[in-house]
């Protein structure tokens, strides 16, 4: 029982997995021909694999393939389809590269992709090879390609150590860590040696070049070594991988994590490199974090830190950035929260005063609180060649010269004063004045500017003030330990002002941070539709970022609408529109400042939600962000896109709704007018085959088409309502009031329903002084005719109906009252809902009568109301704003 439980599979994982395999299932395959160095027969190789492969009846085409003229490589790429390359215009010259556009459109099974690492010309989509590999890859498409152990981000300083050439083209090694497959391509050094003695990997001058260079044996066997052991460890992790995919015991170790440190130095990629290549040989996790203290970055600082953490990135290092004042205390927290097992930090080969004084106490204080976790201390590669000026410098100042020239005027002012009133407080209250005046300073200024401050006092004070004066003689003890007082508070002070004055930065910049996402979301539980949502996020950016943006939402087929439905000042054009789509069907970030198609205008950021992208947001980025501005700007855009998903869901909602609404309507609709025509039109068909059938007496005949007539009014009466009905949807009922009597009106309606009152006895009340009143005859008709036949299809027969008009208060009245069974006070709200029919109505009619009455009534701009009468039945009451005419107003007046 308990073997069952330790080998039951975690839900979680198992979801994960699912999940995981699902995507890869839609991705293409990735096969990597990896060597140790050019002229192994990687692309030879490649090349022979989609020979056989074809053979196989699966299709594949050549994207990209460098022969180097080589005969045998030449002779493998005929036979094969060739995606024709495009050609770019570079300075004077052109240079073809992959058409990546041509392969996603061609679809083939397969397509070949020489030299991974190549980056691409200017003007190309990406800027590196391996960014076009990944967009062939998510279209569905396998490919194979080349690629070469120096290439490989983690590798490229040792290489660069080992063979003395630097590496300029690399690809992060997650490229690398997340490929279905690696072959191994390799030969012996004496048998590379001996192919390029042969002249078949580069031409006999440059074959000898590179053999007294790059492919020296030693360099060769150094490479070969690495590039079997990186493969070797693939291995392994694949095994690991396939043992716990299937749950297969074994004598497995607690798993390695490694916990790098990094900061704004240029030595940090080699420890991150380092640390990378560690990872593989202990088959580790790594994770990188950085400490942000109160000590201000230089722009050249910010910039190397945002390179060191763009590095880790491209290695696959998860990197967390932390704000803390204690460097040590932050690391060896985070280290136990995440169960890391060993902590990797750099010697610093800058050393300057202060780090001389701090590099120890740093290490020191790592190994005593990081208990059992083991401590990594990485020292420089080329320690001997640190010029002096490197290992002695001064630490950074960051005051601004301004300071530094204020800082002499206000003490002389100062000390002028203080010289004209000497005499009367002394030179010893004259020291606390100028003791007093650093201090305060001290709140404004920097530590340097202080610093200078309280040298130019205490030299002021004792040259001007202690006897003897105009020397800098000080006799007295208390005078010497007030000379050296200036300078030691003058240093507390200056820290300690300029420590709290950039933590109040740092907290005042994450407050307002912290303000502007807490305003944004208000705003946004405040407003509702996508075109406000979108009104007061460019607000918002252009308040907080200060540049320009456009946003481009997709559509109901969910493609990216090409125009922007807000007001800006960024006018796209069909090359950046061409981004903006990129950009929202891979949901990754394009343009200015990005390694895809870097050349256009505007940075292209997705606006990705839970369920798919919901827009792209077009920015006038002059700058790269910080890493703190590109957290700030991540969370802006993420709030963006939750709002705008639920702003789709809610339209996704509503529009569900109105379909099942009106699903439920058609059910409805279809079921009376099938009910409805389905009797009128029998009747009509009975009697008429009856007369053509036989021959009838008169009165009979008379009968028959008495029926016929009868069921073709009742026919007519339901096209009607529906015609009715229809032309209320559609918003195309416009009345055309005119002069009416309405007496007339009464006489029409009783007319028209003369048959149906014959059981009936109408009672038309209309007073004597009634006006003329300005209304749409043929509407009102309508209404009051729907009215009259409601109440003889629910009022019992021998019952008197009323019609009752009047004017008052510019409304005209019409009430219809029968003495029926009235409404359930239930349904009194529903009655002129389109289709109802009461729980106890009789049967027949689609239930649009009274819905008519209230659109012909309110397009006259008037209410109708249907209520109980006391003594039993309904009364439906319809008032109408009306004007009269001037002889009947005048004579209202006079009366």
């Known amino acids: 029982m308990n073997s069952f439980a330790e080998n039951r599979p975690d839900p979680d994982e198992l979801l994960a997995s699912l999940v995981t395999e699902e995507e890869k299932s839609k991705r293409g395959k990735l096969k990597i021909f990896f060597g140790m160095c050019a002229g192994v027969g990687k692309t030879y190789a490649m090349l022979q694999t989609a020979r056989a492969e074809r053979l196989k009846g699966n299709e594949i085409v050549i994207g990209y393939v460098e022969t180097h003229n080589r005969k045998e490589t030449a002779g493998l790429v005929e036979g094969l389809e060739l995606i024709p390359r495009k050609t770019y215009a570079y300075k004077s010259t052109s240079v073809q590269e992959m058409d990546l556009d041509a392969i996603i459109a061609r679809k083939p099974q397969v397509v070949l992709v020489d030299e991974l690492a190549h980056t691409n010309a200017p003007g190309s989509r990406h800027t590196k090879r391996y960014h076009d590999v990944q967009e062939i890859l998510e279209n569905g498409i396998n ?27 690399t690809i992060p090694d997650e490229i690398f860590e997340n490929a279905d497959e690696i072959e191994l391509v390799d030969l012996t050094p004496e048998e590379l040696l001996e192919r390029l003695g042969e002249g078949k ?14 492919f020296r044996k030693g360099n060769i066997t150094a490479l070969r070594e690495m590039a079997l052991r990186i493969v070797a460890d693939r291995v392994d992790r694949q095994l690991h991988d396939y043992m716990q995919h299937k749950r297969i015991r074994g004598p497995w170790k607690s798993g390695l994590h490694l916990l790098v440190a990094v900061g704004p130095s240029p030595y940090s990629g080699k420890l991150l490199r380092w640390a990378k290549t560690l990872s593989y040989s202990m088959g580790a996790n790594i994770q990188a974090i950085y400490v942000e203290t109160l000590h201000i970055l230089s722009p050249k600082e910010r910039e190397q830190l945002d390179k060191n953490i763009k590095l880790a990135k491209q290695l696959g290092i998860k990197v967390r950035i932390i704000t803390s004042n204690d460097i040590v205390r932050a690391i060896v927290d985070f280290a136990l929260k995440e169960n890391i097992t060993h902590i990797i930090v750099g010697k610093p080969r800058v050393r300057n005063l202060v780090s001389l004084l701090r590099l120890s106490r740093f290490v020191n204080r790592l190994i005593r609180y990081s208990g059992n976790i083991d401590v990594y201390i990485l020292g420089s590669d080329n320690q001997s060649k640190d010029k002096f000026r490197e290992r002695i410098s001064i630490p950074p100042f960051t005051s601004t010269i301004r300071q530094y020239l204020v800082i002499p005027i206000i003490v002389l002012l100062t000390s002028v004063v203080c010289y004209l009133i000497k005499d009367y407080i002394g030179y010893q209250v004259v020291s606390f004045i100028l003791l007093f005046l650093v201090s305060i300073l001290a709140l404004f200024f920097g530590t340097g500017p202080i610093l200078l401050a309280a040298t130019l006092s205490a030299f002021t004070w004792d040259y001007f003030f202690i006897p003897p004066q105009f020397t800098i003689h ?5 005078d010497v330990l007030m000379f050296i007082m200036f300078f030691i508070i003058a240093l507390l002070n200056g820290i300690l002002t300029s420590r709290v004055r950039r933590q109040e930065k740092r907290i005042r910049t994450r407050e307002e941070r912290t303000n502007a996402l807490y305003q944004l979301t208000r705003e946004f539980t405040l407003v509702s539709g996508i075109d406000e949502v979108t009104k007061i996020a ?10 320009e943006c456009a946003i481009l939402l997709k559509n109901e087929q969910n493609q990216l609408e090409n125009q922007v439905n807000h007001e800006t000042k960024i006018n796209l054009s069909e090359n950046e529109q061409s ?4 950009v929202y069907k891979h949901a990754a970030k394009a343009g200015k400042h990005t390694d895809t198609l870097p050349s256009a205008d505007y940075t292209f950021y997705p606006l990705t939600g839970n369920n798919g992208n919901m827009g792209v947001v077009a920015a006038e980025q002059a700058s790269l962000f910080t890493q703190g501005e590109e957290q700030f700007w991540e969370a802006f855009l993420s709030q963006i896109s939750g709002k705008l998903e639920r702003e789709y869901l809610r339209d996704a909602a509503k529009n569900t709704f109105i379909l099942n609404e009106s699903d439920k309507l058609y059910k409805t609709l279809f079921n009376s007018i099938s009910h409805e025509l389905r009797i009128p039109v029998a009747t009509i068909m009975g009697a008429s085959d009856t007369l053509l059938a036989q021959h009838y007496s008169e009165e009979t005949r008379h009968k028959l088409y008495y029926e016929i007539n009868t069921a073709s009014v009742r026919l007519n009466r339901l096209i009607e309502n529906l015609l009715n009905m229809s032309r209320l949807e559609s918003g195309r009922i416009t009345p055309r009031p005119d002069w009416c009597d309405v007496h007339d009106l009464a006489n029409k309606v009783s007319a028209n329903l003369a048959h149906e009152l014959l059981p009936f006895k109408l009672a038309t009340v209309i007073p004597r002084d009634m006006p003329l009143v300005l209304i749409d005859f043929g509407l009102i008709e309508q209404a009051l005719h729907n009215l009259v036949l409601n109440a003889t299809q629910n009022a019992p027969e021998g019952t008197r109906i009323r019609l009752k008009f009047y004017y008052d208060s510019d409304l005209l009245t019409i009430q219809v009252m029968d003495r029926g069974s009235g409404f359930p006070a239930s349904e009194l709200s529903s009655v002129f809902n389109k289709f109802y029919r009461g729980k106890e109505a009789k049967a027949g009619g689609t239930g649009l009568g009274l819905s008519i009455v209230k659109g012909f009534t309110e397009a006259h701009h008037g209410s109708v109301v249907a209520e109980n009468r006391r003594n039993g039945g309904a009364i439906f009451t319809i008032k109408i704003p009306v004007k009269i005419s001037e002889m009947d107003q005048f004579s209202k007046q006079n009366t």
């Open 143 to 169: 490919v194979y390609t080349t690629l070469n152990v120096q290439h490989l981000e983690s590798r490229s300083d040792t290489v660069a150590q080992i063979t003395g050439t630097i590496v300029r083209e």
């Open 201 to 214: 990997v580069y031409t006999p001058e440059r074959s000898r070049e590179a053999i007294d260079n790059f």
């Open 474 to 478: 000080i006799g007295q003890p208390e």
């Open 538 to 547: 460019v607000q918002y950016i252009k308040k907080y970022f200060r540049f």
């Open 579 to 582: 981004v903006a789509a990129w």
